[in-house]
T-cell receptor
Framework: SQQGEEDPQALSIQEGENATMNCSYK?????LQWYRQNSGRGLVHLIL?????REKHSGRLRVTLDTSKKSSSLLITASRAADTASYFC?????????FGGGTRLMVKP | SQTIHQWPATLVQPVGSPLSLECTVE??????LYWYRQAAGRGLQLLFY??????ISSEVPQNLSASRPQDRQFILSSKKLLLSDSGFYLC??????????????FGPGTRLTVL
C-alpha cells in the first residue's frame, strides 16, 4: 500500500496564483521528498525535508512538514504555465522510498 | 555530471513474448539502482532494487526479474509477458554510500504496451 497520499488528486489554477498540494502518510519517516513529472517523462527531484525539519524553501517552492500530523505540504508561488505537471511526495522510511499517487497540476496561461 | 539512460523509449510486445529493458548510469560508481513501474495516472510501484553487482532485492512477486551484470547496468526481464505488464517503467539511481531513502535520480522511462 502507498505510504504517502496526495491531496487534491487534480488542481487547476490560473498563471500567477499559488498552488498548494498536501501529502499525508501513516508511519514514521526519515525524510519526505517531492518530485515532479512532466507527462510521459521521468521524475525530477524537487526538494527533500528531513524528519527534524519543519520548513524548507527552494526558489518558488516552499515545503512544510508536520510529523505530529504526519503531513506535508508543497506550495508553489506565482505559478507559471511551465509548472503544469504531476507532483509526487515520497516518504523515506527503513531503506525504502514510497511514492504517493500524485497531484496533477494544470496552470492555465 | 551523472546521467541515466534507458532504452528502448517505447516498446510494443505481444503477450507471451520475452522482455529486456536496459538502464545504464554514467558519472558515478557503485550506485543504488531501482526499477519502478507506473500505471497510467498512478504513482510508482517499486519492483526491484540493487545495492551492488549481482545483488537484487524484489519488492513485489511477479512475472518480472532483474539483473545487475555490471556496476552501472541494470536490466529488467521477463520470459513471457502478460497483459498486466503494460505500463511505464522507470529506472532510478541514488548515491551508493547513502541510504536508499536519499534522493533518487530517474531515467526518461520506457513505455511498454503488451497486446
Amino acid at each position: 500500500s502507498q505510504q504517502g497520499e496526495e491531496d487534491p488528486q487534480a488542481l487547476s489554477i490560473q498563471e500567477g496564483e499559488n498552488a498548494t498540494m498536501n501529502c499525508s502518510y501513516k508511519t514514521s519517516i526519515n525524510n519526505l521528498q517531492w518530485y515532479r513529472q512532466n507527462s510521459g517523462r521521468g521524475l525530477v527531484h524537487l526538494i527533500l525535508i528531513r524528519s527534524n525539519e519543519r520548513e524548507k524553501h527552494s526558489g518558488r517552492l516552499r515545503v512544510t512538514l508536520d510529523t505530529s500530523k504526519k503531513s506535508s505540504s508543497l506550495l508553489i508561488t506565482a505559478s507559471r504555465a511551465a509548472d503544469t505537471a504531476s507532483y509526487f511526495c515520497a516518504t523515506g522510511a527503513g531503506n525504502m522510498l514510497t511514492f504517493g499517487g500524485g497531484t496533477r497540476l494544470m496552470v492555465k496561461p | 555530471s551523472q546521467t541515466i539512460h534507458q532504452w528502448p523509449a517505447t516498446l510494443v510486445q505481444p503477450v507471451g513474448s520475452p522482455l529486456s529493458l536496459e538502464c545504464t548510469v554514467e558519472g558515478t560508481s557503485n550506485p543504488n539502482l531501482y526499477w519502478y513501474r507506473q500505471a497510467a495516472g498512478r504513482g510508482l510501484q517499486l519492483l526491484f532494487y540493487s545495492v551492488g553487482i549481482g545483488q537484487i532485492s524484489s519488492e513485489v512477486p511477479q512475472n518480472l526479474s532483474a539483473s545487475r551484470p555490471q556496476d552501472r547496468q541494470f536490466i529488467l526481464s521477463s520470459k513471457k509477458l502478460l497483459l498486466s505488464d503494460s505500463g511505464f517503467y522507470l529506472c532510478a539511481w541514488s548515491v551508493g554510500s547513502r541510504a536508499s531513502t536519499d534522493t533518487q535520480y530517474f531515467g526518461p522511462g520506457t513505455r511498454l504496451t503488451v497486446l
